[in-house]
């Protein structure tokens, strides 16, 4: 009997300084955490803006000399990381400001966890559960510098997630590092930095948001609280996402849609699932932009588990205030969103194809994600989703 009580690992993340103006107090929080020569790690379009600069020159006014590193891509390889490292111990930094969208806060957290590895980056990215059984054991915490995570998007969590996804170029694969002590100490969640983000890029993280509030909520673990944290993501999603879309100025929107970026990542402790799977080789063979390609897949891949998950979904649907509540209503309204917001319908509009598909289906059923869908699923699955995004038929 008291076997089948629930039992489980639950992790919270990270203080989180939320609102507007608060990225004035990224001295204080840098020091708050100990650090005396951050390293700011961006990306390089955003080390060109004003925002960069300011935040740097406030460091240095607080006499915190703060250096820049912003040698990433888009979807960053596991060589950025190692540069990173390599500028972080060279620089004499005793910590990181990881600031920007995913990529950015991703490549920061591994460079600061990199930094004071025995192992190099491929020895300790996963691709696989068994895989992170194997590298646990070879990664070092003693020493880890800390990190201040500052987001300039609202969807991709990694400002308070425990992972950063990076690529290995060998195989073309999205890797992970993950590890608990990869959440940031401190968390500047200030909704002014998102106001320049244009209404595509709003609409592909936002969907990125709703997906981790979607899929955790989805999986099958025994995590209740992320669930909780999930549904009120995925209200936030639907109330605010297309007026953060529509006007990229309005702060209220901004505000609640940062509010559902920190809840999906809240929620993503539990796990995600299938759409992540497939997702993944869209960004690491393709470079599709995370977002766009979940945002794609979402409707098919909630067509694929519905039956699996159809009370939950009709529980999402109640609380979601959709008309009929059932599978069916959370599924038309993925759709409307999508086209409120000008996601496109189909693969096709990404790029992908039907040969592209025969080589990605393997790789999402390998993905490590892919055991935290609520039903399993093969290769040929996930061929058969796919074609059916290139199709349009949900
Ligand atoms: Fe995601």
């Known amino acids: ?22 990225i004035a107090e990224l001295p204080e929080a840098c020091r708050a955490l100990g650090m005396t020569r951050p390293l700011l790690v961006t990306d390089p379009g955003l080390a060109k803006l004003p925002m960069i600069a300011a935040a740097v020159a406030r460091n240095v006014a607080a006499r915190l000399p703060t250096a820049l590193f912003s040698g990433l891509r888009p979807n960053p390889l596991a060589e950025d990381v190692t540069r990173g490292a390599a500028a972080f111990k060279a620089g004499g930094h005793d910590g990181v400001i990881a600031f ?62 425990r992972s950063a996804a990076i690529i290995d170029p060998a195989t073309r694969t999205k890797k992970g590092l993950f590890h608990e002590r990869m959440m940031p100490g401190i968390c500047i969640a200030d909704p002014e930095l998102t106001a320049g983000l244009s209404p595509a890029l709003t609409a592909a993280v936002g969907m ?16 209740p609280i992320a669930e909780g944290a999930a549904l009120h993501g995925m209200a936030l999603v639907k109330e605010w996402l297309p007026r953060a879309v529509a006007d990229g100025r309005d702060l209220m929107a901004r505000s609640q ?21 497939l997702s993944h080789p869209l960004s690491s063979v393709h470079d599709v932009h995370h977002g766009f390609g979940n945002a794609v897949l979402m409707p098919y891949m909630l067509a694929f588990n519905r039956k699996a998950i159809a009370d939950k979904l009709t529980a999402l649907a109640r609380y979601l205030d959709l008309p ?16 409120q917001i000008g996601i496109p319908h189909t693969l096709g509009a990404l790029g992908i194809t039907a040969e592209h598909a025969d080589v990605l289906a393997p790789m999402a059923a390998l993905d490590i994600v892919a055991g935290e869908n609520p039903v399993p699923f093969t290769a040929k699955d996930a061929r058969r989703i796919y074609a059916r995004a290139l199709a349009g038929r949900v």
């Open 208 to 223: 990125d948001a709703l997906s981790h509030s979607l899929e955790a909520y989805c999986c099958p673990f025994y995590h």
């Open 1 to 22: 009997m008291t076997d089948a009580l629930p039992r489980a690992d639950w992790s919270f993340p990270t203080r989180i300084r939320f609102g507007v103006g608060r």
């Open 324 to 339: 009929r509540p059932s599978p069916k209503a959370v599924i038309d309204w993925v759709l409307r969103l999508r086209e």
């Open 257 to 277: 849609m940062m509010t559902a970026s920190l809840a999906g990542a809240t929620a993503f402790q539990k796990g995600v699932g299938g759409l992540h799977a």
């Open 100 to 161: 920007g969208g995913g990529s950015s806060l991703d490549t920061g957290k591994a460079i600061a966890f990199m930094a004071v590895q025995r192992y190099g980056i491929e020895e300790l990215t996963v691709a696989s559960f068994q895989d992170f059984q194997a590298a646990l054991p070879k990664i070092v915490t003693a020493g880890l510098a800390p990190v201040v995570s500052v987001a300039t998007t609202s969807g991709t969590g990694s400002e308070i997630g």
